[in-house]
């Protein structure tokens, strides 16, 4: 199994960027399909973004596709997330993810990290 530990959360205005990053332990990272979800306050956690073993295939979420990202570094061990154009509906605890399968579903993934929040101030 996959440890994971999410960094980079914090206050930031509208319009502003961040980038999280998910460090991973444990089981072969490069095995890993690695995704990013959200849950903002009173509602269901949401997929953000997902990424291949590989780094070579992305989808994002309509709702953030043109301004986050979502890449891989395999010999660190780590996934980000790069975001631009920050709304303040992209508010939330922002959570990594890993599974076998790509997919942007949360339930088939197996590992999470605890959590960073993203607080985007209008």
């Known amino acids: 199994q996959v440890q994971l530990v999410e960094f980079g959360g914090g206050l930031v205005q509208a319009g502003g960027s961040l980038r999280l990053s998910c460090a991973a332990s444990?089981?072969?990272?490069?095995?890993?399909?690695m995704g990013w979800f959200r849950q903002a306050p009173g509602k269901e956690r949401e997929f953000v973004a997902v990424i291949s073993t590989s780094g070579g295939i992305t989808t994002h979420a309509d709702s953030v596709k043109g301004r986050f990202t979502i890449s891989r570094d395999n010999a660190k061990k780590t996934v980000y997330l790069q975001m631009y154009s920050l709304k303040p509906e992209d508010t939330g605890v922002y959570y990594c993810?890993?599974?076998?399968?790509?997919?942007?579903?949360?339930?088939?993934?197996?590992?999470w990290g605890q959590g960073t929040q993203v607080t985007v101030s209008s």
């Open positions: 993810a890993s599974g076998r399968r790509y997919s942007y579903r949360s339930n088939e993934y197996d590992s």
């Open positions: 444990g089981a072969i990272f490069s095995n890993q399909a």
